[in-house]
């Protein structure tokens, strides 16, 4: 079997890297089944703008020529949103991990640490023609994002809702096998 023909541009959350959280221990499954992947570590740390993020994801992936799947993780998936809003890009998939919803008062989280990413609405309408598929998985027991953003983002999107009870806001590491097998299964490698 040949190497898949595309590629994954992973967005992590707030104060998170490419080292932090899932992503050490998914990159090396991603490795193990030759994916092309890149996880830009974005910066900012406590106090991130989202137009900076937005333009490093765009420089990390503007001259891929492979159909593009982007997979957001908590203030990833807003970032997600956001960078699709503005460049528009063709995603083949598009997954979101611990969601947010469309909501303005997402920035009074975190004592506005944030809140460049929530100063507008996102035109749906504008993106969704821009996503073949999406998916967006939540955990019921997310202590960080409650579980109804989830479920309200994935209804705007007309996403496939994967729930699950017991990931809370599926940073550990051990989560890592449960996200390389959806990604597997709806990308098909």
């Known amino acids: 079997m ?3 023909e595309f590629k994954i541009l992973f967005i ?7 080292k932090a959280d899932f992503y050490p221990a998914l990159s090396l499954l991603l490795d193990a089944a030759h994916i092309d992947y890149v996880i830009p570590d ?13 333009e490093m994801l765009h420089d990390s992936i503007k001259d891929n020529p492979k159909p593009l799947i ?28 611990a969601a947010f919803a469309n909501r303005l008062e997402n920035a009074r989280r975190r004592n506005e640490a944030y809140p460049d990413f929530f100063e507008n609405k996102i035109d749906i309408s ?3 023609s821009h ?34 009870e017991n990931k809370d806001h599926y940073c550990e590491p051990s989560n890592a096998p449960y996200i390389f097998s959806i990604l597997k299964k709806a990308i098909g490698f």
């Open 2 to 4: 040949g190497k898949p």
């Open 131 to 164: 996503i073949k598929h999406a998916y967006v998985l939540h955990s019921k027991n997310d202590h960080s994002i409650p579980f109804e953003q989830g479920v309200e983002i994935a209804h705007d999107l007309n996403a496939e809702m994967i729930e699950s």
């Open 126 to 128: 504008k993106i969704k």
């Open 70 to 97: 982007i997979v957001g993780h908590s203030l990833g998936t807003r970032t997600a949103l956001l960078y699709i809003e503005k460049y528009l890009p063709k995603v083949e998939h598009l997954f979101l991990i």
């Open 12 to 18: 992590h959350g707030y104060t998170a890297s490419s």
């Open 42 to 54: 974005l910066p900012g740390e406590k106090y991130p703008h989202a137009q900076t993020w937005i």
